[in-house]
């Protein structure tokens, strides 16, 4: 069996959630436990995302979400 390249087979094509960029977001609150999401502040309004791929969490933390997935951190809080 060889396979292919299925010429109908689009490779332009995106994430509909996010065109595959990672979006900025603002933790709000962290979640109580690990099976919790996280709040977080989008420019876009708030929604919640999961954390666990990128470790705890604080308020004030920059993390990268896509499809509702922190994904990385932007940035580390600072200190108070």
Not at 11 to 36: G, K, N, R, Y
Not at 56 to 79: C, N, W, Y
Request: include cysteine.
């Amino acid at each position: 069996m060889t396979l292919a390249p299925d010429p109908s087979r689009r490779h332009d094509e995106v994430c509909i959630t996010c065109s595959d960029q990672a979006i900025v977001a603002e933790v709000l609150q962290p979640p109580a436990t690990a099976w919790e999401e996280a709040l977080v502040q989008t420019a876009d309004g708030t929604e919640a995302v999961d954390v666990s791929l990128v470790g705890p969490v604080q308020v004030g933390d920059l993390v990268l979400i896509h499809a509702g997935t922190a994904i990385g951190r932007a940035s580390e809080r600072g200190p108070a």
